[in-house]
């Protein structure tokens, strides 16, 4: 049995106070779809996603929540915690890390909580995928199902290539024109390769990125998140969650290594690997991904409640 696929009819946003911050959040699709949490990645605010992915989750028949993790977008930004030491994080000095991926965890948590939302299926891209297997491994209960994309279980044998670190060793852009050329430069190094991008809508969301306040210190307190965290290989053992991963065999930030040992890890996972796919979501691949989705979050209706037969 498939969804039935229902028009996106409503959209709602607005700020909630979560753990002390506000969280800028969205929700698209139908009042009446199922949960479904997108976690951005590092830096990422919630126009990362591309709106027309947004409405075809809507149809599909999710209630699609997106927000800004904080330190980006119109969340709170954590100003007084200063640019963090990543030499020191780096070193192993983990408690020089600003917050941690439990911390972001328990954010993404609370906003569901905030919304009144007892539980949701999850989607988590790069960084967001690591947060979304930590809520999982804090509170497998409110998980329906968790999608793991472009991401890795926070073992150290997934490294960045040589291109793609130096995007995150750059002078940040100061101005909206070298913001637009650095993104171009990102899409050049992180970029499907098989794929065209879409550049009109790169642009547009880097010029919201822009409007909505980047935030180069607020990166970096995230990117020690990331780098502070333990290897969660031996914990995700123990989730029963279905799971689906995917990852571009192309990646270049987090190589497929980091898919395959996600999936490897989790006994519930199916692994997708799509050839040509980099560091992004290219819409030729928006049906293959979302289809692969739609049976994870039936494996995690199953026994909640009845599905909703397809027309």
Same mark, same amino acid.
């Given at each position: ?22 969280? @800028? ?12 949490? *997108? ?15 947004? @409405? ?107 291109? @793609? ?11 909206? =024109? ?40 607020? *990166? ?8 502070? @965290? ?33 999936? !490897?890890?989790?006994?519930? !996972?199916?692994?997708?690997?799509? =050839? ?36």
């Amino acid at each position: 049995m498939r969804l039935r696929h229902r028009m996106a009819t409503v959209r709602a946003m607005g700020i909630v106070t979560v753990n002390g911050l506000q969280l @800028a959040y969205e929700i698209h699709g139908d009042d009446g779809g199922l949960p479904l949490l *997108l976690i951005a990645g590092l830096g990422q605010q919630r126009a990362g996603w591309h709106p027309d992915l947004l @409405a075809t989750l809507g149809r599909r028949g999710y209630r699609v929540i997106v927000f800004d993790n904080r330190d980006a977008g119109e969340s709170t930004h954590l100003d007084a915690l200063g640019r963090p030491d990543l030499a020191a994080v780096l070193a192993g000095r983990f408690e020089r890390a600003p917050y941690t991926l439990a911390d972001l965890a328990d954010d993404a948590l609370g906003l569901l909580g905030a919304l009144h939302i007892e539980s949701a299926h999850l989607l988590g891209q790069s960084m967001g995928g690591m947060i979304a297997q930590v809520v999982a491994l804090r509170q497998p209960g409110r998980v329906r199902s968790l999608t793991s994309l472009m991401s890795h279980p926070g073992d150290h044998r997934v490294q960045p290539s040589p291109e @793609a670190l130096g995007l995150f060793l750059r002078p940040a852009p100061d101005s909206l =024109d070298a913001s637009l050329l650095a993104a171009q430069e990102a899409q050049q190094v992180l970029g499907s390769p098989e794929f065209a991008p879409d550049e009109a809508w790169l642009a547009a969301r880097t010029r919201i990125y822009w409007d909505r306040r980047g935030d180069p210190n607020g *990166l970096l307190r995230q990117a020690a998140a990331l780098l502070s @965290a333990p290897d969660r290989t031996a914990d995700l053992a123990t989730l029963s969650t279905p799971t689906l991963v995917v990852h571009g065999g192309a990646d270049p930030l987090v190589p497929v290594l980091g898919g395959r040992l996600t999936a !490897a890890a989790i006994p519930a !996972a199916e692994l997708l690997e799509i =050839d040509g796919m980099g560091h992004d979501l290219p819409r030729p691949v928006w049906d293959r991904v979302l289809d692969k989705l739609e049976d994870v979050v039936h494996r995690g209706e199953a026994g909640r409640r009845p599905l909703v037969a397809a027309s």
